[in-house]
């Protein structure tokens, strides 16, 4: 069972416009999520995160946005640059619980110049 | 500055060959995962360890064990590779704060089983 789902596998994006990344998770216990960035050839990177006690955290272009009720969570990107093409993945975990993460499978983002 | 190495970044092996994968980390965490990723499947934890000589089974640990002798090195063994084996391999790390929170990931290793 997907706990955490990113059900769009591929995003397309102008230049200077919003990137919109959707993560919809299952398990109420998660109260930490995660934003990684990947590259080809290179491991995941650390992006943004957010607590369950906040409804959104920014830093620069990227903001996360929590929805506790519906169990929702995007990252916006404002403005999108071709460097931003990457594959996102959205990431969950529960505070009082394992170490782990569970990630979603992926979003594949393409900035057109 | 974070870092996270793995010892190769392509590897081919040959089916029944026993692989080792190494992944050595510089921040003194005490938590490690792999995970391997494969097209469409996302990041799959196959084992996690969280202080030296631990370990605990991730989500798809069959073919698959582990190493964790000291606190910086994890390492990954294939005892018998196989194709379905071929993928990319990430090693992470972590300090335990109650939960998981960021994981630092090395540049990956691919592999290739033949």
């Known amino acids: 069972d997907q706990q955490v789902k990113q059900n769009s596998p591929s995003l397309s994006v102008q230049e200077g416009r919003i990137s919109i990344l959707n993560c919809d998770y299952t398990?109420?216990?998660?109260?930490?999520f995660l934003w990684y960035k990947k590259y080809p050839a290179e491991g995941p990177t650390f992006l943004i995160s957010?607590?369950?006690?906040?409804d959104k955290n920014e830093d620069g272009r990227f903001t996360v946005f929590l929805n506790k009720s519906a169990k929702h969570l995007s990252l916006h990107i404002v403005p999108s640059q071709p460097g931003d093409s990457a594959v996102y993945f959205c990431a969950a975990s529960s505070q009082g619980g394992s170490e782990k993460l569970v990630f979603g499978k992926g979003t594949k983002l393409t900035v057109n110049p | 500055d974070v870092k996270v190495t793995q010892s190769s970044r392509y590897l081919v092996k040959r089916t029944g060959e026993k692989v080792f994968l190494e992944c050595v980390q510089d921040m003194d965490h005490e938590n490690m995962f792999w995970y391997r990723q494969d097209p469409g499947l996302g990041l799959r934890l196959i084992y996690f360890?969280?202080?030296?000589?631990?370990?605990e089974k991730g989500d798809i640990p069959e073919g698959y064990s582990v190493s964790r002798e000291k606190k910086e090195r994890f390492s990954l063994i294939l005892e018998s590779a196989s194709t379905n084996q071929t993928s990319m391999y990430l090693c992470?790390?972590?300090?335990?704060?109650?939960?998981?929170?960021?994981?630092?990931f090395g540049p990956g290793t691919r592999l290739t089983v033949t």
């Open positions: 360890s969280y202080d030296v000589k631990m370990k």
């Open positions: 957010i607590s369950s006690i906040k």
């Open positions: 398990n109420s216990m998660f109260d930490y």
């Open positions: 992470a790390s972590s300090i335990p704060q109650g939960g998981g929170y960021e994981q630092y």
